[in-house]
Protein backbone atom coordinates (compact mmCIF):
# COMPACT_ATOMS: atom_id res chain seq x y z
CA UNK A 1 0.00 0.00 0.00
CA UNK A 2 1.10 3.40 -1.11
CA UNK A 3 2.21 6.28 1.78
CA UNK A 4 -0.95 8.07 -0.01
CA UNK A 5 -3.28 5.58 0.04
CA UNK A 6 -2.53 4.49 4.10
CA UNK A 7 -3.15 8.51 4.75
CA UNK A 8 -6.30 8.50 3.40
CA UNK A 9 -7.72 5.19 4.78
CA UNK A 10 -6.04 7.22 8.43
CA UNK A 11 -8.32 10.39 7.01
CA UNK A 12 -11.43 8.49 6.55
CA UNK A 13 -10.70 6.48 10.15
CA UNK A 14 -10.65 10.26 11.31
CA UNK A 15 -13.66 11.33 9.83
CA UNK A 16 -15.87 8.16 10.68
CA UNK A 17 -14.85 8.81 14.65
CA UNK A 18 -15.43 12.56 14.95
CA UNK A 19 -18.77 12.48 15.69
CA UNK A 20 -19.41 9.58 18.08
CA UNK A 21 -16.00 10.85 19.68
CA UNK A 22 -17.54 14.51 19.73
CA UNK A 23 -20.94 12.85 21.31
CA UNK A 24 -19.11 11.26 24.11
CA UNK A 25 -17.44 14.83 24.71
CA UNK A 26 -20.97 16.66 24.90
CA UNK A 27 -22.10 13.48 27.18
CA UNK A 28 -19.36 14.29 29.57
CA UNK A 29 -19.92 18.10 29.52
CA UNK A 30 -23.49 17.27 30.12
CA UNK A 31 -22.77 15.30 33.13
CA UNK A 32 -20.55 17.88 34.79
CA UNK A 33 -23.18 20.63 34.48
CA UNK A 34 -26.00 18.36 35.61
CA UNK A 35 -23.81 17.49 39.16
CA UNK A 36 -23.67 13.99 38.27
CA UNK A 37 -25.96 12.97 35.56
CA UNK A 38 -29.17 11.99 34.62
CA UNK A 39 -30.50 9.13 32.42
CA UNK A 40 -30.64 11.46 29.09
CA UNK A 41 -26.77 11.93 29.73
CA UNK A 42 -25.47 8.25 30.56
CA UNK A 43 -27.64 6.83 27.56
CA UNK A 44 -25.64 9.88 25.53
CA UNK A 45 -22.27 8.67 27.02
CA UNK A 46 -23.61 4.89 26.40
CA UNK A 47 -24.54 4.95 23.08
CA UNK A 48 -21.67 6.81 21.37
CA UNK A 49 -19.07 4.75 23.21
CA UNK A 50 -20.98 1.81 21.70
CA UNK A 51 -21.22 3.54 17.85
CA UNK A 52 -17.52 4.41 18.06
CA UNK A 53 -16.23 0.83 19.32
CA UNK A 54 -18.33 -0.61 16.55
CA UNK A 55 -17.11 1.78 13.95
CA UNK A 56 -13.40 0.83 14.94
CA UNK A 57 -13.89 -3.00 14.74
CA UNK A 58 -15.40 -2.53 11.59
CA UNK A 59 -12.68 -0.45 10.49
CA UNK A 60 -10.16 -3.13 11.51
CA UNK A 61 -12.04 -6.14 9.48
CA UNK A 62 -12.02 -3.99 6.67
CA UNK A 63 -8.99 -2.11 6.52
CA UNK A 64 -6.54 -4.22 8.43
CA UNK A 65 -4.68 -7.23 7.41
CA UNK A 66 -6.14 -10.28 5.98
CA UNK A 67 -4.97 -13.42 5.46
CA UNK A 68 -6.41 -16.02 3.81
CA UNK A 69 -6.24 -18.78 6.69
CA UNK A 70 -7.80 -15.78 8.65
CA UNK A 71 -11.52 -16.51 9.61
CA UNK A 72 -13.94 -14.45 11.58
CA UNK A 73 -17.35 -15.42 12.88
CA UNK A 74 -20.59 -14.26 10.70
CA UNK A 75 -21.79 -13.08 14.17
CA UNK A 76 -19.49 -11.30 14.93
CA UNK A 77 -19.74 -8.90 11.88
CA UNK A 78 -24.08 -8.79 12.45
CA UNK A 79 -23.28 -7.19 15.74
CA UNK A 80 -20.88 -5.26 14.62
CA UNK A 81 -23.57 -4.17 11.79
CA UNK A 82 -26.13 -3.36 14.27
CA UNK A 83 -24.46 -1.46 16.42
CA UNK A 84 -23.21 1.41 13.88
CA UNK A 85 -26.77 1.16 12.12
CA UNK A 86 -28.88 1.55 15.54
CA UNK A 87 -29.45 5.61 14.32
CA UNK A 88 -28.29 5.16 10.98
CA UNK A 89 -30.31 6.11 8.06
CA UNK A 90 -28.52 2.92 5.99
CA UNK A 91 -29.93 -0.23 7.65
CA UNK A 92 -27.94 -3.78 7.60
CA UNK A 93 -29.26 -7.26 6.79
CA UNK A 94 -26.16 -9.68 7.36
CA UNK A 95 -27.06 -13.06 6.59
CA UNK A 96 -24.37 -14.72 7.27
CA UNK A 97 -23.81 -16.61 10.34
CA UNK A 98 -21.05 -19.60 10.10
CA UNK A 99 -17.68 -18.59 9.81
CA UNK A 100 -15.99 -17.32 6.61
CA UNK A 101 -12.85 -16.19 5.41
CA UNK A 102 -11.14 -12.66 6.73
CA UNK A 103 -10.68 -11.54 3.39
CA UNK A 104 -14.20 -12.29 2.44
CA UNK A 105 -15.75 -10.23 5.25
CA UNK A 106 -13.28 -7.54 4.59
CA UNK A 107 -14.45 -7.78 0.77
CA UNK A 108 -17.87 -7.44 1.97
CA UNK A 109 -17.40 -4.72 4.50
CA UNK A 110 -15.78 -2.50 1.76
CA UNK A 111 -18.19 -2.82 -0.34
CA UNK A 112 -21.25 -2.17 1.95
CA UNK A 113 -18.86 0.80 2.60
CA UNK A 114 -19.15 1.96 -1.24
CA UNK A 115 -22.54 1.13 -1.60
CA UNK A 116 -23.52 3.29 1.36
CA UNK A 117 -22.25 6.02 -0.94
CA UNK A 118 -24.96 5.53 -3.29
CA UNK A 119 -27.66 5.95 -0.81
CA UNK A 120 -27.63 9.34 -0.19
CA UNK A 121 -31.27 9.41 1.59
CA UNK A 122 -30.82 5.74 3.39
CA UNK A 123 -31.50 2.03 2.56
CA UNK A 124 -30.30 -1.22 3.39
CA UNK A 125 -27.70 -3.42 2.54
CA UNK A 126 -27.93 -7.36 2.53
CA UNK A 127 -24.76 -9.56 2.39
CA UNK A 128 -25.34 -12.97 1.89
CA UNK A 129 -23.45 -16.03 1.42
CA UNK A 130 -23.30 -19.43 -0.98
CA UNK A 131 -21.97 -20.35 -4.27
CA UNK A 132 -21.09 -16.48 -3.98
CA UNK A 133 -21.26 -13.27 -1.89
CA UNK A 134 -23.62 -11.47 -2.50
CA UNK A 135 -23.79 -7.16 -1.26
CA UNK A 136 -27.00 -6.01 -2.46
CA UNK A 137 -27.94 -2.35 -1.49
CA UNK A 138 -32.02 -1.18 -1.75
CA UNK A 139 -32.96 2.18 -1.53
CA UNK A 140 -35.63 4.66 -2.52
CA UNK A 141 -32.94 6.00 -5.18
CA UNK A 142 -29.98 4.49 -6.31
CA UNK A 143 -27.60 7.54 -6.83
CA UNK A 144 -24.25 5.92 -7.82
CA UNK A 145 -21.50 8.10 -9.32
CA UNK A 146 -19.91 6.20 -12.31
CA UNK A 147 -16.67 7.35 -12.12
CA UNK A 148 -16.23 5.38 -9.25
CA UNK A 149 -18.58 2.49 -9.87
CA UNK A 150 -17.53 1.82 -13.25
CA UNK A 151 -13.05 1.41 -12.73
CA UNK A 152 -14.63 -1.25 -9.69
CA UNK A 153 -16.20 -4.03 -12.11
CA UNK A 154 -12.61 -4.16 -14.69
CA UNK A 155 -10.97 -3.96 -10.97
CA UNK A 156 -8.99 -0.96 -11.79
CA UNK A 157 -6.85 -0.03 -8.86
CA UNK A 158 -5.10 3.20 -9.82
CA UNK A 159 -7.60 6.07 -9.55
CA UNK A 160 -6.76 9.17 -7.33
CA UNK A 161 -9.83 9.21 -4.41
CA UNK A 162 -11.09 11.43 -1.81
CA UNK A 163 -10.43 10.34 1.81
CA UNK A 164 -14.21 10.05 1.73
CA UNK A 165 -13.68 7.26 -1.01
CA UNK A 166 -10.94 5.23 -0.44
CA UNK A 167 -13.07 2.25 0.19
CA UNK A 168 -13.80 2.02 -3.96
CA UNK A 169 -9.43 2.26 -3.88
CA UNK A 170 -9.01 -1.04 -1.85
CA UNK A 171 -11.78 -2.70 -3.14
CA UNK A 172 -10.67 -3.98 -6.32
CA UNK A 173 -7.32 -4.88 -4.89
CA UNK A 174 -8.92 -7.19 -1.83
CA UNK A 175 -11.01 -8.61 -4.94
CA UNK A 176 -7.59 -9.33 -6.92
CA UNK A 177 -5.81 -10.68 -3.86
CA UNK A 178 -8.67 -13.43 -3.20
CA UNK A 179 -8.74 -14.67 -6.69
CA UNK A 180 -12.66 -13.29 -7.14
CA UNK A 181 -13.92 -11.57 -10.06
CA UNK A 182 -17.11 -8.96 -9.84
CA UNK A 183 -20.61 -8.75 -11.00
CA UNK A 184 -22.23 -5.32 -10.76
CA UNK A 185 -26.06 -5.60 -11.67
CA UNK A 186 -27.45 -1.27 -11.34
CA UNK A 187 -31.14 0.09 -11.21
CA UNK A 188 -32.84 3.22 -10.28
CA UNK A 189 -33.61 1.34 -6.66
CA UNK A 190 -31.22 -1.30 -6.82
CA UNK A 191 -27.64 -2.24 -6.63
CA UNK A 192 -25.86 -5.73 -6.57
CA UNK A 193 -22.03 -6.90 -6.47
CA UNK A 194 -21.53 -10.30 -6.72
CA UNK A 195 -18.27 -11.91 -5.81
CA UNK A 196 -17.17 -15.31 -7.19
CA UNK A 197 -13.81 -17.35 -7.55
CA UNK A 198 -12.13 -16.77 -10.78
Same mark, same amino acid.
Do not use: K
Given at each position: ?14 ? $? ?11 ? @? ?10 ? @? ?7 ? @??? &? ?38 ? $? ?11 ? #? ?9 ? &? ?12 ? $? ?12 ? $? ?6 ? @? ?41 ? #???
Amino acid at each position: MSRDLATLVGSRICH $DLISPIGAIGNGV @ELLSMGGGGGTD @EIDLISGSV @EQA &SARIRFFRIAYGAAHAEQTIAGTEVATILRAMSAAARVQY $DWTITGQMSRPLA #RIALLSAQCME &SAMPGGGQITVMLD $DALHVIGNADRIAA $DPALWLPL @EDLATEHVHSAAQVQFALLPRAVLEAGLTLTIMQSDTTISMQF #RET
